[in-house]
């Protein structure tokens, strides 16, 4: 823990970049993850759909935490960058194979044995709340391991995950809101995730050839801060160009 409160003293600029980079890792898995909820509270009446979400945030909370704590033994392993890296450009394939979207995706609550279980003791409610703690553990397993996978450093990874709970509940309805009048932020939400998982697909090179020019560029503060920007740049250029000069266009026109 020392050494990595030191790292973050010795390196603002660089965790600070860091840190920025999860949150946009976070923020773009937990769109999906916005959705998933969303339609899992569609069915109960509207006063009850906030506070379902609410006391989901607290599964959220607890699972991440136990998450994080399996965080610090899987940091050791070196080859988690590379499988992260594999894993979000799978995201990335798996998302333009499949094409433009038929519909919005649903969950089959009644198919959850959960659901069914707890359905008939509790009533809806409570049936819902449960389901949607079970999507928490596994929406925090899957994005804990994208985090880990990018950089080591246990405090950091701390502050990525909690912000990405926020992010789950805040910061992806945003960009689904966003994604509604513009269209091609999705396509750079894609982008985006692309660049993170060559940059961990790279760390290959670092680990095998730590001394060549090239890998010591990639664990630089410089790279750290330029991945950043490039990722701010893919997402707020076109929404500039959009505004200003109607390209890409929006939804109802530019």
Request: with cysteine; aromatic share 12%; charged share 15%.
């Amino acid at each position: 823990m020392t050494q990595d409160i030191q790292q973050i003293i010795d390196n603002p600029l660089a965790a600070l970049a860091l840190v920025g980079n999860l949150v946009i890792i976070e923020s773009l898995l937990s769109v999906d993850n916005a959705a998933v909820l969303a339609t899992m509270v569609g069915d109960l009446a509207p006063e009850q759909r906030k506070k379902a979400l609410r006391y989901g945030i607290f599964g959220a909370y607890l699972f991440r935490g136990l998450c994080i704590l399996f965080a610090s033994y899987l940091i050791e392993f070196w080859f988690l960058k590379p499988l992260g890296g594999l894993y979000l450009l799978y995201l990335v394939w798996d998302h333009f194979r499949a094409g433009p979207p038929h519909g919005e995706e649903h969950v089959e609550k009644s198919k959850s044995w959960i659901y069914r279980r707890t359905l008939g003791l509790f009533g809806k409610f409570w049936a819902t709340v449960a389901l949607i703690e079970l999507m928490d553990l596994a929406f925090s397993i899957d994005n804990v391991f994208a985090v880990v996978a990018f950089t080591n450093n246990l405090i950091i990874i701390c502050v990525g995950v909690f912000i990405g709970i926020l992010a789950m509940r805040l910061v992806a309805q945003a960009f689904v809101l966003l994604m509604g009048k513009y269209p091609f932020l999705e396509t750079a939400a894609f982008v985006i995730i692309g660049i993170l998982g060559l940059k961990l697909v790279l760390s290959l090179f670092e680990h095998y050839l730590p001394t060549h020019p090239f890998s010591m560029f990639l664990t630089s503060e410089t790279a750290d801060v330029g991945l950043t920007v490039l990722t701010v740049a893919v997402f707020g250029v076109p929404l500039l160009t959009s505004r200003f000069l109607g390209w890409p266009q929006r939804l109802g026109g530019s």
